[in-house]
């Protein structure tokens, strides 16, 4: 059972295909397959299931996967170790994360990075779709959401807080909402067309959207030009807050919010070092306090329009 065939595996599961697995790891495609063959032989257990189309692992391929990928970040770290390279990161660190967050908050960052870290390649995904950490061969992966997959690590970037907002003239033409039950006379903006919105006063609305749409940056851009009322999360929202562009909907009724900025990534124990170097770089950048909101994530956003019959002042981003 040699190192290259177990690298096979691991990039037959990551990228779906023999042929490319092949390639990445300069094999042909009949020597891969050969290999591949030669694996099951010695495991006694097929790991993929082929078709002509596409390569999907067994049942055992899923048990064996955690266990290849360990052995081999063991011996990745050994290697670094034992010629000195472990304090060098390096290599290719694939990345994902909202598109909205990574815009406004991690690509501007990441020039320093580089600087830092010239050894450490980038590959960024830009995504608000929950990608999957495993099956899409990512080392590192951004959240804006609550955690339910206790099989990664998890460590809190930033809180996060999430706002009821609307732009000051779609509120001087429909009217402020005074109370909860308000919100079902207006247009509201949602990812789904019935969404249920949960405030911390133990009160829930069920809404109906009439515009759903699936990107944060498009939502806040939609609500400020005056297309309705929508949740924000602060960090989104908090500059177009501070100008006025958007402004705190029933600000005395605050929202549940279960969610904060988590850095994802599989719990092997060993983590690279390219991992652990951009971990601590993002927690230098985001603490102690959050780019969006120098005073905390928690505090009070003052907007210019503070002083105006609308009152100023988010579950999406």
Not at 49 to 65: Q, W, Y
Request: hydrophobic share 40%; proline share 7%; glycine share 6%.
């Amino acid at each position: 059972m040699d190192i290259t065939s177990l690298r096979l595996f691991l990039r037959i599961a990551e990228l779906g295909g023999i042929s490319t697995a092949a390639q990445d790891l300069s094999l042909s495609p009949a020597s891969a397959s050969a290999r591949l063959n030669k694996l099951e032989e010695q495991l006694g257990a097929r790991l993929f299931n082929r078709t002509t189309r596409a390569v999907s692992l067994t049942t055992h391929g899923e048990d064996f996967l955690p266990h290849v990928r360990e052995a081999l970040d063991a011996l990745d770290t050994g290697a670094d170790a034992l010629v000195g390279r472990l304090q060098d990161p390096h290599g290719l660190l694939r990345m994902t994360m909202p598109g909205s967050f990574g815009r406004m908050y991690v690509v501007p960052l990441l020039a320093e990075f580089r600087r830092r870290f010239p050894r450490v390649d980038l590959d960024l995904r830009l995504s608000d779709e929950v990608l999957d950490v495993v099956g899409g061969a990512f080392d590192l992966i951004i959240r804006n959401a609550p955690l339910k997959d206790s099989n990664f690590v998890a460590r809190r970037l930033a809180k996060d807080r999430r706002v009821l907002v609307a732009a000051p003239d779609y509120l001087e033409r429909r009217g402020r909402p005074l109370q909860i039950d308000d919100l079902r006379q207006h247009d509201c903006i949602g990812f789904q067309h019935r969404s249920t919105w949960e405030f911390q006063t133990g009160e829930t609305i069920g809404i109906e959207c009439p515009v759903v749409m699936n990107e944060g940056e498009a939502m806040r851009q939609f609500i400020e030009a005056g297309g309705g009322i929508g949740i924000k999360s602060l960090w989104n929202a908090a500059h177009s807050l501070r100008s006025g562009a958007l402004v705190e909907v029933l600000p005395d009724k605050p929202l549940v919010t279960r969610s904060a900025i988590w850095m994802v990534y599989p719990s092997h124990r060993m983590v690279p070092q390219k991992v652990r170097a951009m971990v601590a770089f993002l927690e230098e950048a985001f603490s102690p306090t959050t780019p969006w909101d120098p005073r905390g994530a928690d505090s009070p956003i003052e907007s210019p329009s503070s002083t105006s019959n609308v009152n100023p002042d988010p579950q999406s981003d």
